[in-house]
């Protein structure tokens, strides 16, 4: 569809519809075309998002080290005695 983009000021609603609807929206300048309206797509589909999160939380995973548990993560401020060192 192509439409002048002075009558487009009064659809602009309607043509921002159609246009996410899948048809091609054309606006004209002195009988030129100038603008195309498209619908502004996502990068990645969910289900490629998802797999991307899996494929980072398990990359991530792999370069953790696994360290002390919290209960004992300051033992190392302690000697024998209980006492700080």
């Known amino acids: 569809m ?7 000021k009064g659809q602009l609603t309607d043509l921002m519809r159609r246009a ?6 054309i ?11 498209v619908p ?3 990068m990645t589909a969910m289900k490629s998002r998802r ?3 899996d494929t980072v939380r398990a990359s991530a995973a ?4 696994a360290g002390p548990d919290a209960a ?3 033992d190392f401020l302690y000697g024998e005695d209980g006492v700080p060192g």
Do not use: F, P
């Open 2 to 8: 192509r439409i002048s983009v002075t009558e487009a």
């Open 20 to 25: 996410e609807a899948g048809d091609e929206i």
């Open 27 to 37: 606006l004209t300048r002195h009988g030129g075309a100038a603008v195309r309206l």
């Open 40 to 42: 502004v797509r996502s």
């Open 51 to 53: 797999t991307l999160i």
């Open 62 to 65: 792999l370069k953790t080290k």
């Open 72 to 74: 004992r993560s300051q």
